[in-house]
């Protein structure tokens, strides 16, 4: 096919790569070591190239020839040979665990910089041209976080914001929102971005020891959105799973009886809105987008009424019959809710305070709290992505990959949230990735672009390639054919060429 003269830059993707390490398996599809890819695309041809993130995990397991650092769904000993005060010591300093720097997740860019993420305090800098793995960077050296989400936003002035979890840290456990500036002033030169790392805000966790998990958080015009659900990590459990010889993963709880509190945190006044606002037990990885309506936020989320999903990627379910035989008990279901931060306080208890046209609602009760019900957009669809220039504001687009009660995506589709219309594509034997949006660069429309993924094939006859589509129609453009085994990858990001440092390779 034919590519648009205007799509110049590169497509980062990251994901896990290698599940095996001498005799030694990981249990999980999610801890396997990070595998980079990168497509540049120049001048109507595209470039592909992969490699292991060089984290200090990686070169450790590596060098053991076996698994010696623990993974979230894998838990690894030191060497049985070593005495026994070594052995106890281990213990000891497992409390609370030293997490691992196999940033597998997501692709992040603060100022020029661009970092490998994944869900602990720690992020790897990458070269984007190389793929080469540089400093290793700890959160938790400038703010008291042990995890963080690797979903981060990024504003208007360039700053990158993103929220972590402060563990039993003096007395408190709470989620932390912090923003890190895109440059330092210029008599600092020397000095990391994450020096001038801000603390806007913190939530205090409804459990002391048993803090949300959560994968990513909403933003809008002047509002931080954080969705607590009851899907949580326990952490008496965290702290002796090395002891029990469990994974860090059998520590998480899902309690259905449980509510699902929203956070709205005021951009400006650094403040959470005092209202209680909450609904029924859900389990979220992932917000679509949010805006503001007439006094109210407006958020669209993925849900799903169990966590079966983590457990579906065990490597163990990861048969060759996955695709047929595994069924998910949840389906994926794309939630809107409506939620009225200016309404009339003398509303009677049980009056829906919603006014603008929305089937959700939120009813005021008693005690003054207000328990939110969504409007459902569509069913079956995960790894959400919209055209970035309309985060936080009012918009009609969502791309993502479509899967039903299986969770392994076999289209890519194109979700209209305001009409409820569908485009999609699809190929006999083709899995696609999270499909990224690429805006054309003098778009006058949202859907003015094309949309990037990653096509796996199970049919061993037929080569993986990138697509290339119109956003608009939603028509092929072209692929390239890539003559590597690729892997299902998880998140990444288009860097267009104008913001990529030129480097010479």
């Given at each position: 096919g034919?590519?648009?003269?205007?799509?110049?830059?590169?497509?980062?993707?990251?994901?896990?790569?290698?599940?095996?390490?001498?005799?030694?398996?990981?249990?999980?599809?999610?801890?396997?070591?990070?595998?980079?890819?990168?497509?540049?695309?120049?001048?109507?041809?595209?470039?592909?190239?992969?490699?292991?993130?060089?984290?200090?995990?990686?070169?450790?397991?590596?060098?053991?020839?076996?698994?010696?650092?623990?993974?979230?769904?894998?838990?690894?000993?030191?060497?049985?040979?070593?005495?026994?005060?070594?052995k106890?010591?281990?213990?000891?300093?497992?409390?609370?665990?030293?997490?691992?720097?196999?940033?597998?997740?997501?692709?992040?860019?603060?100022?020029?910089?661009?970092?490998?993420?994944?869900?602990?305090?720690?992020?790897?800098?990458?070269?984007?041209?190389?793929?080469?793995?540089?400093?290793?960077?700890?959160?938790?050296?400038?703010?008291?976080?042990?995890?963080?989400?690797?979903?981060?936003?990024y504003?208007?002035?360039?700053n990158?914001?993103?929220?972590?979890?402060?563990?039993?840290?003096?007395?408190?456990?709470?989620?932390?929102?912090?923003?890190?500036?895109?440059?330092?002033?210029?008599?600092?030169?020397?000095?990391?971005?994450?020096?001038?790392?801000?603390?806007?805000?913190?939530?205090?966790?409804?459990?002391?020891?048993?803090?949300?998990?959560?994968h990513?958080?909403?933003?809008?015009?002047?509002?931080?959105?954080?969705?607590?659900?009851p899907?949580k990590?326990?952490?008496?459990?965290?702290?002796?799973?090395?002891?029990?010889?469990?994974?860090?993963?059998?520590?998480?709880?899902?309690?259905?009886?449980?509510?699902?509190?929203?956070?709205?945190?005021?951009?400006?006044?650094?403040?959470?809105?005092?209202?209680?606002?909450?609904?029924?037990?859900?389990?979220?990885?992932?917000?679509?987008?949010?805006?503001?309506?007439?006094?109210?936020?407006?958020?669209?989320?993925?849900?799903?009424?169990?966590?079966?999903?983590?457990?579906?990627?065990?490597?163990?379910?990861?048969?060759?019959?996955?695709?047929?035989?595994?069924?998910?008990?949840?389906?994926?279901?794309?939630?809107?809710?409506?939620?009225?931060?200016?309404?009339?306080?003398?509303?009677?208890?049980?009056?829906?305070?919603?006014?603008?046209?929305?089937?959700a609602?939120?009813?005021?009760?008693?005690?003054?709290?207000?328990?939110?019900?969504?409007?459902t957009?569509?069913?079956?669809?995960?790894?959400?992505?919209?055209?970035?220039?309309?985060?936080?504001?009012?918009?009609?687009?969502?791309?993502?990959?479509?899967?039903?009660?299986?969770?392994?995506?076999?289209?890519?589709?194109?979700?209209?949230?305001?009409?409820?219309?569908?485009?999609?594509?699809?190929?006999?034997h083709?899995?696609?990735?999270?499909?990224?949006?690429?805006?054309?660069?003098?778009?006058?429309?949202?859907?003015?672009?094309?949309?990037?993924?990653?096509?796996?094939?199970?049919?061993?006859?037929?080569?993986?390639?990138?697509?290339?589509?119109?956003?608009?129609?939603?028509?092929?453009?072209?692929?390239?054919?890539?003559?590597?085994?690729?892997?299902?990858?998880?998140?990444?990001?288009?860097?267009?060429?104008?913001?990529?440092?030129?480097?010479?390779?």
């Amino acid at each position: 096919g034919q590519l648009p003269t205007w799509l110049q830059g590169i497509l980062l993707r990251n994901g896990p790569g290698m599940h095996t390490i001498g005799d030694t398996k990981y249990n999980h599809w999610f801890d396997g070591m990070a595998l980079l890819h990168s497509f540049t695309f120049k001048n109507g041809e595209v470039y592909y190239r992969s490699k292991y993130l060089r984290s200090d995990t990686y070169n450790c397991n590596i060098e053991a020839n076996r698994i010696v650092v623990s993974e979230f769904g894998t838990m690894a000993y030191p060497d049985p040979c070593k005495n026994i005060f070594a052995k106890a010591f281990s213990y000891l300093s497992h409390t609370i665990p030293e997490f691992t720097d196999n940033c597998l997740i997501n692709i992040m860019k603060t100022g020029d910089d661009i970092y490998a993420t994944g869900e602990t305090n720690f992020i790897r800098k990458i070269n984007p041209q190389t793929l080469e793995t540089l400093e290793k960077v700890d959160y938790s050296k400038y703010t008291a976080v042990n995890l963080a989400t690797s979903h981060p936003h990024y504003d208007s002035a360039g700053n990158t914001l993103n929220m972590g979890t402060s563990i039993v840290d003096k007395g408190k456990t709470k989620y932390i929102l912090f923003k890190i500036p895109p440059s330092v002033p210029e008599r600092e030169k020397k000095k990391s971005c994450f020096k001038h790392l801000e603390v806007l805000c913190s939530i205090h966790s409804h459990s002391l020891l048993h803090p949300s998990y959560y994968h990513s958080f909403g933003i809008t015009e002047n509002y931080i959105v954080f969705v607590e659900q009851p899907f949580k990590l326990d952490i008496v459990k965290l702290a002796t799973a090395y002891i029990r010889g469990v994974s860090w993963a059998s520590c998480l709880t899902y309690n259905k009886e449980d509510k699902t509190w929203f956070h709205f945190v005021d951009r400006k006044t650094k403040k959470e809105v005092s209202t209680k606002f909450y609904t029924d037990a859900l389990v979220l990885f992932h917000h679509v987008n949010a805006y503001e309506e007439d006094g109210h936020i407006v958020f669209d989320v993925i849900t799903y009424t169990d966590n079966s999903l983590y457990d579906m990627f065990y490597l163990k379910n990861l048969s060759k019959d996955f695709e047929e035989n595994t069924k998910l008990t949840s389906m994926p279901t794309c939630k809107r809710f409506v939620v009225p931060l200016q309404y009339d306080k003398d509303a009677e208890v049980g009056s829906n305070l919603v006014k603008i046209p929305s089937t959700a609602t939120a009813v005021k009760e008693k005690d003054g709290s207000i328990y939110c019900q969504p409007e459902t957009l569509c069913q079956g669809i995960e790894l959400p992505r919209i055209n970035y220039d309309y985060n936080g504001k009012n918009y009609n687009y969502v791309y993502a990959t479509e899967v039903k009660w299986s969770p392994v995506p076999t289209k890519i589709v194109k979700f209209n949230v305001q009409t409820k219309e569908t485009l999609h594509w699809e190929e006999d034997h083709c899995w696609p990735s999270e499909p990224v949006f690429v805006p054309n660069p003098d778009a006058k429309e949202e859907d003015d672009g094309v949309v990037l993924t990653c096509i796996v094939v199970s049919d061993p006859k037929k080569a993986p390639f990138l697509l290339v589509l119109d956003a608009k129609t939603f028509k092929e453009l072209g692929r390239a054919i890539v003559d590597v085994e690729l892997h299902l990858d998880l998140h990444g990001i288009f860097i267009p060429e104008k913001d990529s440092k030129t480097e010479t390779e």
